[in-house]
């Protein structure tokens, strides 16, 4: 079989020519410095060819516009707002609803995540859970209201479910209430950890009915007096996405509540897909390594050579290459599988842990390759590696996606 060529397989990070002292030019100019795309097994080549188009144009200025752009604000905590806009006019608003293939999508997500994770976070949960759920489960008029501007990105949403004291205990746990009173809801609690909580224009508030105990959603906008949200300072990864607590004691009209959300098991499909979208972030992220990792053993002389040519160096590469060899073939199928609206919840948490746990064993590999330089992030790989950690830690916990996959798999649930 013959493989078609796929152009939109070039785009590669800018990158200062190495300042090479080593007489040995031979060995340095056998080691590849990055040119080829470190998608090994070449998925794009599915794409038809005005996706292959648009991927390429996001791969493009993912690598020559986030990359680099995103670094200084990762230091300083900073939303970057003008690449925000520029994805925006890219389409990256609204892939999960603009008719986009699930593969473009799941590589699109890939792409963004090879350039920052931060930015790859918000985008996915925008598609997937504020775009996503308003299109689904919305009224006509919230449709109306929300959606044009969510889709080009200009309205950003913060997704408001986990709770101080109710992370993976959140759907038995959850303790924000809402009581319909004189044709209003009365919205009174407490979330954590809610990315752009403190940014966006529009919260999807989570909270129990205190009528029927069952968890409803809420389109809350955040100009509402009683929404009060402050920043999550000092965390050590993803730092470019503004996390926050957000305080609720306020009023909605009766419309605020999502048409279609009227219990938590309306919310489940949407809460797979973002599963196994981190799987696509996982993907991203170990390109990302295998892009810096591979550039820096060829530029990166030791004992007159590069380190590329010794054996320990070449074996960290080979592990990563076949960690994200695994990790993309993985989410190829997987979403095959979505796109044949055959994805379960097993496979999205074997997606979600098993690619991240992926994820962190490349860091700590790729991380090595750089020596000293591997703890600084104008290096780069310590923001993926710290990023990878947070990425780790959400969408259900590591340990509770394992706990999920071993409850389909025995039967049995391990949460008590
Ligand atoms: C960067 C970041 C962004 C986030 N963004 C959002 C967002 O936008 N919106 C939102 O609603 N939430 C968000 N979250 C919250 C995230 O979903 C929670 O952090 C996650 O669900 C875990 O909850 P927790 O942090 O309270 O940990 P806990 O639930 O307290 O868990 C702590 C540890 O105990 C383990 N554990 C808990 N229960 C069990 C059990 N039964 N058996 C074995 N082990 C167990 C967990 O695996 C974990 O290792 C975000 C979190 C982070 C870190």
Known sequence: MTTPTTPGYSASPDRAAPSRTSPDRAIADQLHSGDEHPDLLDLARHLDE??????????????????????????????????????????????????????????????????????????????????????????????????????????????????PDHGSDIARGLATTASLQDGQWHLQGKKRWIGMGAVADLALVWARDTADDQIKGFLVPTDVPGYRAEGIRQKTGLRIMQNAEVDLDLRVPESALLAGATSFSAVHAALRDSRAWVGWQ?????????????????????????????QLVQSALAQVAGNMGVSTAFMGEVTRLQAEDRLTMLRASLAKSTLTRLARESASLAREVLGGNGILSSHEIAKVAADIEAVHAYEGSYGINLLIAGREITGISAFG
């Open 50 to 163: 005005g996706e292959r188009r648009r991927l390429q144009a996001l791969e493009d200025f993912a690598q020559r516009r986030i990359r680099p752009e995103s670094i200084e604000p990762w230091n300083r905590e900073q939303l970057p707002r003008q690449l925000l806009t520029e994805l925006g006019r890219l389409g990256l608003g609204e892939i999960s609803v603009d008719g986009s293939s699930a593969l473009f999508q799941g590589l699109a997500h890939a792409a963004l995540a090879r350039a920052d994770l931060s930015l790859s976070t918000l985008v996915g949960i925008h598609n997937e859970l504020l775009v996503g759920l308003t299109d689904s489960l919305g009224s006509p008029q919230q449709r109306a209201a929300w959606l044009p501007g969510l889709r080009r990105l200009e309205t950003l949403g913060a997704f408001c479910l986990t709770e």
């Open 282 to 310: 996982a993907v991203g992220a170990q390109q990302a390594l295998f892009d810096i990792a591979r550039s820096y053993a060829a530029e990166r002389d030791q004992f007159g050579r590069p380190i590329g040519s010794f």
